[in-house]
């Protein structure tokens, strides 16, 4: 039941080349991502990966520093010209990255119907544009049907965990990871704070266990906007 790993290199060491990867956001895993980047400039690999995730990343850090170095090959997101995306704008512009352009809303329910082994279901969020299909109506309204969203690795950042994987999170962070920690095949956790089996209040946790796979401790991680902010380059 031990899900402890050392380093976040082993963390995310088997990820392998063409993965879906599903990144929590409103926190998100930096020190996972970089090491992602620093396996692959040693290696090139991984490489071709679809990266799920609420925006393309921003500035020079984290999802675009991947873009960057070309380990993407699709985004599929709700905000891919956020501030500060120039990475992606850039390779978007050239044709050298897919895009699928997901709302907001229906990006959250796609990734917790992967969560909760629903593979499809209906919103009215895009009916009417070319986009939309297939679709039906219920009591008169029209609605669009929508996909489950699932992926091979989830990379989350949790402040709390256990050595069985159990998760609390900062603030924001409970946006979107809870729902990204249970739509993959595996999930891969970084968290700020590990304690023994038992330290977490059960009333207190919000991804089980069962959610996750591997647990790395990094004990001060890096805020995303706050290394943008200052114009970190990695």
Not at 9 to 14: D, G, H, L
Not at 69 to 89: H, L, Q, W
Not at 125 to 144: C, H, I, Q, R
Request: proline share 6%; with cysteine.
């Amino acid at each position: 039941m031990n899900k402890v790993t050392s380093t976040t290199a082993e963390a995310v060491a088997s990820i392998p080349d063409g993965a879906r990867v599903v990144i929590g956001g409103s926190g998100a895993p930096i020190e996972l991502i970089h090491a992602l980047i620093d396996r692959f400039r040693a290696t090139g690999s991984p490489k071709n990966l679809t990266v799920i995730n609420n925006n393309a990343g921003n500035g020079s850090i984290g999802i675009a520093a991947m873009i960057k170095a070309g380990m993407v090959a699709k985004m599929v997101c709700s905000f891919p010209r956020s501030s500060n995306a120039e990475e992606f704008n850039e390779k978007y512009l050239a044709g050298d990255i897919e895009l699928e352009l997901v709302p907001q809303g229906t990006l959250a329910e796609r990734i917790r119907a992967a969560g909760a082994g629903i593979p499809a279901f209906y919103t009215p969020s895009s009916y009417g544009t070319e986009l939309a299909e297939p679709t039906e109506e219920f009591d008169g309204k029209m609605y669009v049907r929508e996909r489950w969203l699932k992926a091979d690795v989830a990379l989350i950042k949790g402040q709390k965990g256990d050595p069985m994987g159990n998760l609390t999170y900062r603030l924001a962070g409970r946006n979107f990871n809870p729902l990204v920690a249970m739509a993959a095949d595996r999930t891969v956790a970084q968290v700020a704070e590990l304690g023994e089996p038992g330290s977490i209040d059960p009333e207190q946790v919000i991804t089980p266990g069962i959610f996750v796979d591997t647990v790395v401790e990094v004990s001060e991680p890096q805020q995303e906007e706050l290394l943008v902010r200052t114009g970190v380059v990695y």
